[in-house]
């Protein structure tokens, strides 16, 4: 059940990821601090330490860093992923966020799905679809126009709800001001003190143990972090290099066996090579520049696999999609059948190895 129930969230985090077309779209590079304060008419997508957004995006905003703060209007959906993330400005479509704290305080117009540690709606913040949440800890105070689904080792509940509640929670606390319009349905050790005339339809209660491994959001939000920066990085990279990305892609199927040799002997000869570095002190600063490359190469080198992946996968069921969905699509299945015991492990090392190898011959070329 435990797998499944992770394998359920994960894919549900890629449909929604991938819900949407994108076309053309400004990237914005990395840096420490990236703060946007004018109106920008297309999807954005950035990378930083600290990113504030005090403008107009009038399009999709996908974003990781250390520290997120929407102050300003997102016009349709925002993806996220970082340690802090505060909305006090306004979003007009879906929110889908992984973050150890997500505040809100501002006004999401659609859903909320949010994979955290804690996620606080205030009584100022509003979300005004559906509210989907996998957190340790749930403080919903402002009023939620759908129905909230999920899980939450503390789960407090202050607003209006406009739909049905179906919690999995350590404990349920129900405020006096709470109103569910649909039904309450949750599963914790004890039942809660729900308030007279709180709930518009029926209450179910399960007495059930909260086990915070089984449903173990934290796992899901890393997952989804190193998911959406691999996609990240693939933008990047196609922003830049679109070109040669597709063309290194693209080989994978031509001489699969004969690239992974050579990507495989290149990174045995590359960990030699920085043993021998660091045998010698003068070689120890180029021994550990070279170790970071190895990893970096070891991280990335799945994109290339991916997008021709994905658009293995698009071809097969006959439709057509941009080249960032099919890489977005490529990344999810590689990353999960890297969790299959030794299987995993195998793949893990053919999507690594193999990309190594045809850039090496494309350089050759």
């Not at 039904?183 to 004890?190: G, I, Q, T, V």
Request: charged share 15%; net charge negative; hydrophobic share 50%.
């Amino acid at each position: 059940m435990k797998i499944q129930f992770r394998i359920l969230l994960k894919l549900l985090i890629v449909v929604f990821v991938l819900s949407y077309p994108a076309s053309a779209f400004t990237t914005i590079e990395s840096g420490d601090t990236i703060v946007i304060d004018d109106v920008i008419d297309d999807d954005v997508y950035i990378a930083g330490n600290n990113i504030i957004i005090k403008g107009t995006i009038n399009g999709d905003l996908i974003v990781a860093g250390g520290m997120v703060d929407i102050q300003g209007n997102i016009t349709q959906d925002l993806i996220v992923a970082a340690g802090d993330v505060t909305i006090t400005g306004n979003v007009g479509d879906d929110v889908r966020a992984a973050a150890g704290t997500l505040t809100i305080t501002g006004y999401v117009h659609d859903d909320l799905i949010s994979f955290t540690g804690d996620t606080k709606i205030s009584d100022t913040g509003a979300v005004g679809g559906d509210f989907t949440s996998a957190s340790g800890q749930l403080n919903l105070l402002g009023d939620i126009g759908g129905n909230i689904t999920g899980s939450g080792g503390e789960v407090t509940l202050g607003g209006t709800v406009g739909g049905s509640v179906d919690l999995t929670t350590g404990q349920l606390v129900v405020l006096p001001d709470a109103y569910i319009t649909g039904n309450l349905k949750y599963r914790s050790p004890e039942s809660a003190d729900v308030p007279a005339e709180t709930v518009g339809k029926e209450t179910d209660f399960l007495q059930e143990k909260y086990d915070d491994k089984k449903n173990d959001s934290f796992s899901i939000i890393l997952w989804f972090i190193g998911y959406l920066a691999l996609v990240l990085i693939g933008l990047l990279g196609m922003a830049i290099w679109p070109k040669q990305i597709q063309n290194i892609a693209s080989k994978t199927p031509e001489a699969p066996g004969k690239a992974f040799l050579t990507g495989l002997g290149i990174f045995v000869a590359s960990f030699v090579l920085v043993f021998l570095l660091f045998v010698t002190l003068i070689g120890i600063p180029l021994g550990m520049l070279l170790m970071g490359l190895i990893f970096a190469a070891l991280y990335i080198a799945r994109i290339f696999t991916a997008l021709w992946l994905g658009k293995y996968l698009f071809m097969k069921v006959g439709k057509e999609s941009k080249p960032w969905t099919k890489m977005a699509l490529g990344i999810f299945v590689l990353l999960l059948v890297g969790e299959i015991p030794i299987i995993g492990a195998l793949a893990y090392m053919a999507a690594t190895c193999i990309p190594v190898g045809n850039m090496y011959y494309a350089a050759r070329e």
